[in-house]
Nanobody, 124 residues
């Protein structure tokens, strides 16, 4: 397991953008697939996006394609979720997760390390 730290959450008006970052405390993430999930009040956690450990495969929730982009830097120390054209329904706590040698998946059970979450609030 790795200790993950998210950053970049905050409040924004509808139509705005936010960039979330996920880093591992004290180590690189080069052998980990990274996933982002979110949970809104009163709702179940849902998949947002994932990227394979190699960076060759990226996957998105169908409803978010075209607005969200997940990437990782060349040194694989950070996974970044760029969120554009935000809507009030995107309001949630966003969590990053890591899966050793993973190919990237929407199944939260595959991830064995999770961050504490960062709040994203989109106002209309």
């Amino acid at each position: 397991q790795v200790q993950l730290v998210e950053s970049g959450g905050g409040s924004v008006q509808a139509g705005g953008s936010l960039r979330l970052s996920c880093a591992a405390s004290g180590r690189a993430l080069e052998s980990y697939a990274m996933g982002w999930f979110r949970q809104a009040p009163g709702k179940e956690r849902e998949f947002v996006a994932a990227i394979s450990w190699s960076g060759s495969g990226t996957y998105y929730a169908d409803s978010l394609k075209g607005r969200f982009t997940l990437s990782r830097d060349n040194a694989k120390t950070t996974a970044t979720l760029q969120m554009n054209s935000l809507k009030p329904e995107d309001t949630a706590v966003y969590y990053c997760a890591a899966d050793k040698w993973g190919a990237g998946t929407d199944d939260p059970a595959r991830y064995d390390s999770w961050g504490q979450g960062t709040q994203v609030t989109v106002s209309s």
